[in-house]
């Protein structure tokens, strides 16, 4: 069983930045690919960035391209996300999710493929 635990999350004007991480529970944290995924209030959960087990790999989705880092320490067991130029669209509760992925440079965005999921951290960005 993987847990992860988001952390970093807060209330940040327009413009600022945030660093999300994502702490994971499992020994073979570098054979996870790990995925970040947002949802505000009344809307469906969707898809952020993603990244593969070894970090070599990365997606975004278009609205946060050149805005949003996706990055993982393997030997800490911890996936980041560094968001800039925040704007009051990125509020929202941002989760961490994980899948059992060895060795493959995947990086899906469905959250179907994550069976592991955090509790999420809020993201409120005021204007």
């Known amino acids: 069983q993987v847990q992860l635990v988001e952390s970093g999350g807060g209330l940040v004007q327009a413009g600022g930045s945030l660093r999300l991480s994502c702490a994971a529970s499992?020994?073979?944290?570098?054979?996870?690919?790990m995925g970040w995924f947002r949802q505000a209030p009344g809307k469906e959960r969707e898809f952020v960035a993603a990244i593969n087990p070894s970090g070599g790999n990365t997606h975004y989705t278009d609205s946060v391209k050149g805005r949003f880092t996706i990055s993982r320490d393997n030997a800490k067991n911890t996936v980041y996300l560094q968001i800039n130029n925040l704007t009051p669209e990125d509020t929202a509760v941002y989760f961490c999710a994980a899948r059992w992925a060895p060795y493959t440079t995947a990086v899906p965005g469905s959250p179907g493929n994550y069976p592991y999921w955090g509790q999420g951290a809020q993201v409120t960005v005021s204007s």
């Open positions: 499992v020994d073979t944290f570098s054979r996870y690919g």
